[in-house]
């Protein structure tokens, strides 16, 4: 889950490498450091924490040198402190790293075998320490690296720098992601496009098992198999990876705000010109040929397969099973035939949803994504990606990724249940018509910002809280759950409102604050009468609902977050706002850190 960077430039590398930095801290912010060579000689900086901790030190320690490496931690193995802060060195070979080395302990043992000692926790000062091993058993920078590949069992993606090479890098990836960017006679190497942003366009994105030889006019890339290999190289629309704050305090509060721009566009993106219709990439898929879908994701992204597993059953009557990628290739579950695995990551990059994907491969009969960025491992390696249109999401807490997510899967559920015979043509128009509307409904939510302040006083004076909901409200006070816990450090769990009776009612006492989204539906009278089963033991229940909703849910109810109308298809994308904005202003009172919370990073990329 750390971020890594390269440059091979024609200017000092130092403030390039902290600006590439800057774009990669959601992947971690434990620590950072660089590495440069300059005149021949390899030098490092290194500091605790958070990157201006690093731009501090460098202002008092400049570090000169036109090729570098650096790195942003998410620490894995070892604390973060300053030993075990990348980049890790060697003698003459510095290493910066994204992923875990699983096998680390039986190499050490291995390079201790032959005096070889370490001086850090980590995994990573094992790959430093046995390529220089190589190098100094007569190999060649390269060779060595190679040998040192050949010996790694896990996942990665590596950067090395040399001491005495000014014009080389070797980078490679297994499991990790890592692209290199092409300049004008530069050449420059990160964990993805955004933090290349500042310097190219022009990216070349290893494929799993790669291995990169690069000077500032060449790129030799050998495959898995060791055989020479040709990328593509491909231009990024520099605008969708430029991020800043614009003008928000925080990353977060701007992306909540974006949403009603982002799913407008994606709309756009699948709508056909009539609004009539919806338009799938790539001829898109024949759901007559699916019997079944097993859904798999992490975190967030789990939370929208849950909700869409509602929608696709309901639509479009297609059985939905909805697994946690990092249990589900370790269940070895049967893939019936007829199937359709679906995964769902904003990176494209998680993990555990790339594992799992990895292992529907010959059992699926097809494989679909769904995906923020359309060049990641889980999109090239689907049979069909669909993209999400929420541009670079930077705050930890997703946000406007998961309302397009839900938004893409209720657009493919209703294709699906037109395909099927399900949906009229005039029942799909009808219904795609109010999807335009959605936007419109998410900026009435935004107006009411205050309200939605004002509500998180309850919360942000308390240590816990419940949520609870029914039917397609039970994934999303899951969701609400977890933006309360990520953010704001407050314990909160979630429970389908019937289940409340089988024992977490025994959590409920006059401190405890419990939210319950609900809006007035088939579902609303029984969510009322757990309501009153809370109400009657002293809890503080504050209510997400619309106004006929709250009108008729009676006296008790500590307060009421009234939404607009919608209809109850569409609810799990506009209930999404509250649950955002509840945890955002909670965090801010607390004065947490909102966009880069504790012992979190964006990208999920180790198990």
Known sequence: ??????????????PILVEALKLLEYRGYDSAGIATVNKGQLNRRRAVGKLV???????HEPLAGKAGIGHTRWATHGAANLSNTHPHRAGSVAVVHNGIIENYRDLRAELASNGIGHETDTDTETVALLTKHFMDNGASAEDAVKETLSRLDGAYALCFLFDGEEDLLIAARKGSPLAVGHGDGEMFVGS?????????????YLEEGDCAVITRTSLKITDINGELANREIKTVQVGDTRVDKGGHKHFMAKEIAEQPMVISDLLQAYLSEDGHSIDLPEGGIDFNKIDRLTMVACGTAFYACLTAKYWFEQLAGIPVEVDIASEFRYREP?????????????????????????????????????????ESSIARESDLALPIYAGAEIGVASTKAFTCQLTVLLLLALKAAETKGRLSAEELTDKLSLLRGVPGAINQVLEADQTFRAATRLLAESDNALFLGRGLMFPLAYEGALKLKEISYIHAEAYASGELKHGPIALIDKKMPVVVMAPKDQLFDKTVSNMQEVMARGGKVLLITDREGAAEAGDGVCQSLIMPEIDPILTPILYALPAQLLAYHTAVAKGTDVDQPRNLAKSVTVE
């Open 1 to 14: 889950m750390c971020g890594i960077v390269g440059v091979l430039g024609n200017h000092e590398a130092a």
């Open 334 to 374: 049967p893939v019936a035939g007829r199937t359709t695995a679906v995964f769902v990551s904003q990176s494209g990059e998680t993990a555990d949803t790339l594992a799992a994907l990895r292992y529907c491969e010959g059992r699926a009969d097809s494989i679909l994504s769904v995906v923020n960025v359309p």
């Open 192 to 204: 993805d496009a955004i933090a290349l942003s500042p310097v190219t366009n022009r990216i070349t």
């Open 53 to 59: 901790n690093l731009s501090d030190l460098l202002v």
